[in-house]
């Protein structure tokens, strides 16, 4: 039986054994809370409560997979956020329809994306000073936008525009939808998203190459992948990532304001490093970053039941972030 395990352990990549572990760590977590509080835990709204928190710490996360796979990180991602919402109700308070402005600000996503990539890969800027140079300029711009104060759907001056438009982020799945009643779009719209994404870099080529970048960023470019356009693109899926996330957060609130998104950079990050991507880069998968953001769900949604304070619930996460970093560190030392 031992024998058998050791052998199915020994075919699993690193990022399913962290996914495994991660997983568990989430079931038992689950069981507890619903040890703990069973009534509340447990109730239907409170578990759709957790799925849609989870939502915007996902879809940042997913962006942010795709820089640390292959060995970058991107600190602006809550505010190109915030930039976005921004964008997208800015737009339609200027009469501009729902898809058009929703198309120009996903547009804007990859741009600064590709602001990102050019900064690092052709100006050589680390990624930690280029994001976070880049982070005070989509703040920046958001608040020139709006001359600082927040903008509201209601400003459109359309109804039926407004309603349009809520239903993206704050819209559900009526009761009578087999297996879907009640969902939120927004979880819906995650799930997807997250599948192209786990697509695109388990099942193809780019994908392939960002592992590749990743792993061996010197032997990644002797054995003939364009670094360059490889890195430039997972900082346009990052860019993308966090405007999608804005403009679901924006449309649940009917409102967008350019504070929106600050530390969510931080919190995705965690929620990968937790799930079990690795900050040094080369693995990990959109999997490990929903079960990781499952996590954190669960753990805020489980402590704030049981009358937690916020602060502690910083030092809760704030201990497991380095706890996840610790293990992380002894594998690859162990590996040497």
Request: aromatic letters at 8%; proline letters at 2%; hydrophobic letters at 50%.
């Amino acid at each position: 039986m031992t024998a058998t395990i050791k052998r199915i352990s020994s075919r699993l990549s690193i990022a399913t054994k962290k996914a495994i572990f991660s997983g568990t760590a989430l079931v038992l977590m689950f069981i507890v809370f619903s040890i703990l509080k069973p009534t509340v835990f447990l109730e239907k709204s409170n578990l759709i409560n957790i799925t849609q928190q989870v939502v915007t710490y996902s879809i940042i996360g997913f962006g942010l997979t795709f820089c640390l796979v292959c060995g970058g990180t991107d600190l602006s991602a809550g505010a190109s956020m915030g930039l976005g919402g921004i964008i997208v109700v800015y737009l339609l308070s200027k009469q501009v329809s729902i898809p058009m402005a929703i198309t120009l600000a996903l547009i804007f996503g990859i741009l600064m994306g590709i602001l990102n990539g050019f900064s690092i890969e052709v100006l050589g800027v680390v990624p930690f000073i280029a994001t976070l140079g880049t982070q005070w300029v989509f703040r920046g711009l958001a608040y020139v936008l709006v001359a600082g104060a927040p903008i509201y759907v209601n400003s459109v001056g359309n109804k039926q525009i407004e309603d349009a438009f809520y239903q993206l982020g704050g819209g559900r799945f009526a009761d009578t939808v087999p297996l879907l009643g009640s969902v939120p779009y927004s979880v819906v719209i995650t799930f997807v998203y997250g599948f192209i994404l786990l697509f695109i870099i388990t099942k193809t080529k780019i994908g392939r190459q960002i592992y590749a970048c990743g792993s061996n960023h010197a032997a990644a470019r002797l054995s003939g992948i364009d670094v360059i356009t490889t890195r430039m693109f997972a900082y346009c899926v990052s860019g993308l990532s966090a405007v999608i996330c804005g403009i679901l957060v924006a449309s649940r609130a009917s409102s967008a304001q350019p504070t929106a998104g600050i530390g969510y950079e931080l919190e995705a990050i965690a929620a990968s490093v937790v799930g079990g991507v690795s900050i040094n880069g080369g693995e990990g998968t959109i999997l490990n970053t929903i079960i990781g953001a499952l996590i954190m769900g669960v753990l805020r949604n489980g402590l704030n039941l049981n009358g937690v304070s916020s602060f502690w619930q910083m030092v809760i996460i704030g201990v497991i972030v380095v706890a996840a970093c610790a293990m992380e560190a002894q594998r690859r030392k162990k590996n040497g």
